[in-house]
């Protein structure tokens, strides 16, 4: 029926398409027909706010066309992948949105990714053009494009938002508006970047048909509508703020989306009670930041109706605090770039609200639970989260080897996650397996950074694991042997990782050296003992001289 899918991505079975239409939950209409509806419906309405300036829906979908014609014009085609990397601006959907009607794949990465993954991702994705800003916090971009490009001369077209250099500057290409609908729905409309547990990050390849119809149904069960004003805190490009709800849900539902450069408490509260902001999206570390700022007294935030907490395990007594402090509504959130999304709603009691995290969004999304056999466990037992339905991918881009152990047979996928599930369906994370620190939501691959460590001369063995932090739930500790006793220190070791070029937050936050790493029975790394380390009272044993805290 469809064209061949894109080279590289997994399409569902033919099957699961066509029940997936049958039921309503793929409508044929791809990421773009939103905002032109938006454009023409209300189209004075505000899309979005970014610190002064402001897009209403008219103006965004006007300048998303004229950026797509000159994204056209310098030779971008349907299919193409273009790497965004962009901090939270009004530019961002502009761009998005004109990627989605040119039918190019927008690969999302994030703020913090440097050399080494940005790299990574124009090789394995055959990037083309990419959009940039001119700086990010004291970081020039364009300088490390330069370096990219150097490495990889396929990334053809730069555009710069702000001073472009020798690049396009995204002003001039804002062209006569390209007319058209877009893309068919069932191709697949952009890469997202996976948390990922391997050596080398994972790209997910996502349709217009799957996502929308989390963003459509995401936005019906947070209750949007035209009066939604929504802060968008976290990463624009993370799939949280983009589509659970996210900043496509309250587009889809005419509201408006109202952009935080920064997390601080006072920057926030200072834009909620400006553009009296009614839901905003966090992980569990910056709701912990809210809590305890002083700064809450000076602002009304009387606007709030809902925060929402995803991306990382909440502490129940952080939960609780969140409604009796802010006086609205905690829902928490558990997804997954990979899919499948968890909500706690409206109308769950206290008790579920507080001390799930929530149940699945479509009825069609089918879980199962096993143990480390595959085996389906008891009712209420805890196991791995597997999970197969109409927006959760069948394979990750470019990546068969790692697919035939990430996806069961019939089309599993293996979230890693260690989870229990209520009668009523709600599901409780109670940990992971997956060989992964999660850092206040932002996830760290342990193998990948072993391997930057791996490759330092005087190392001969690494283990990256996580450990016990208070504000963001998660630290990473590397544990390090060396080849010779005192060859390397932690602050050189964290060096070396820096100068590979990779985001600060992948640094470990502590080296320790030992004098062999523990191992299980059949030789493996013993992670869970590493990890036991850090229970107390064992962690005021670490002796002082071999270890050290190194800040990013
Ligand atoms: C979200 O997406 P990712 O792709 O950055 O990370 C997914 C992983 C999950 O597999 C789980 O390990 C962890 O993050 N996670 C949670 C959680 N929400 C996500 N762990 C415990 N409690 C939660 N509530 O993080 C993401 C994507 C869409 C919406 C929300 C979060």
């Known amino acids: 029926m469809n064209a061949a899918p894109l080279d590289g991505c997994v399409a569902w079975p033919d099957e699961f398409a066509a029940r997936y239409r049958e039921r309503g939950y793929w409508i044929g209409e791809n990421l773009y027909a939103g905002l032109a509806r938006g454009a023409r419906e209300h189209p004075e309405r505000t899309a979005v706010i970014c610190g002064e300036r402001r897009w209403s829906y008219a103006q965004l979908d006007r300048d998303a066309r004229r950026f797509a014609a000159g994204l056209r014009r310098i030779g971008v085609a349907p299919r193409d992948r273009v790497l965004l990397q962009l901090p939270n601006i009004g530019e961002y959907y502009v761009a998005c949105h004109a990627l989605f009607l040119l039918g190019a794949l927008p690969v999302f990465a994030l703020p913090a990714h440097r050399r080494a993954e940005i790299g990574y991702f124009v090789g394995h994705a055959d990037v083309r053009a990419c959009v940039i800003a001119d700086r990010d916090g004291g970081f020039d971009c364009r300088a490390m494009i330069r370096e990219v490009r150097a490495e990889h001369p396929g990334l053809r077209e730069v555009v710069v938002i702000g001073e472009a250099e020798e690049f396009h500057a995204f002003h001039a290409l804002l062209d006569e508006p390209l007319q058209g609908d877009g893309p068919d729905a069932a191709e697949f409309a952009f890469l997202q970047l996976s948390g990922g547990s391997t050596g080398v990050p994972k790209l997910i390849p996502r349709t217009h048909d799957d996502y929308l119809y989390s963003v459509r149904e995401s936005a019906r069960i947070c209750g949007l509508d035209g009066e939604t004003v929504y802060l968008c805190v976290l990463p624009a490009a993370h799939n949280f703020p983009m589509s659970s709800p996210g900043a496509l849900g309250v587009f889809h539902a005419g509201g408006c989306v109202v952009l ?293």
């Open 260 to 552: 935080a450069r920064q997390g601080d408490a006072e920057s926030c509260f200072a834009l909620i009670q400006r553009e009296r902001v009614t839901l905003a999206a966090l992980v569990p570390a910056l709701a912990l930041a809210w809590l305890e700022s002083r700064a809450r007294a000076r602002y009304d935030l009387g606007s709030l109706r809902c925060i929402q907490i995803g991306g990382a395990h909440l502490a129940g007594d952080v939960a609780r605090r969140v409604p009796a402090v802010f006086g609205c509504r905690l829902q928490q959130v558990f997804g997954m770039a990979e899919g499948l999304v968890n909500y706690t709603r409206d109308e769950d009691g206290e008790e579920f609200a507080l001390g799930t995290q929530g149940r699945p969004i479509s009825d069609d999304d089918e879980i199962r639970i096993v143990d480390d056999d595959d085996v389906v466990v008891a009712p209420g037992e805890i196991g791995h989260l597997l999970t197969r339905g109409p927006y959760t991918i069948r394979g990750y881009y470019r990546a068969d080897a790692h697919n035939a152990r990430a996806f069961t047979a019939d089309g599993f996928y293996r979230t890693g996650d260690r989870v229990r599930r209520l009668a009523s369906g709600h599901l409780i994370v109670e940990g992971r397996a997956k060989d992964q620190v999660n850092r206040g939501g932002e996830k760290i691959a342990a193998e990948e950074i072993e391997g930057y460590l791996l490759a330092h001369p005087a190392v001969f063995d690494a283990a990256l694991v996580a450990m016990p932090d208070r504000f963001l739930g998660e630290k990473s500790c590397a544990f390090v042997t060396l080849r010779e006793p005192a060859q390397a220190t932690p602050r050189e070791l964290a060096q070396f990782l820096r100068e590979r070029g990779i985001a600060a937050y992948k640094i470990p936050d502590r080296v320790e050296f030992l004098a062999e790493l523990p191992r299980t029975a059949v030789g493996k790394i013993d992670k869970k003992a590493l990890r036991a380390r850090f229970a107390p009272p064992a962690v005021a044993s670490f002796p002082e001289s071999a270890t050290a805290e190194v800040s990013p």
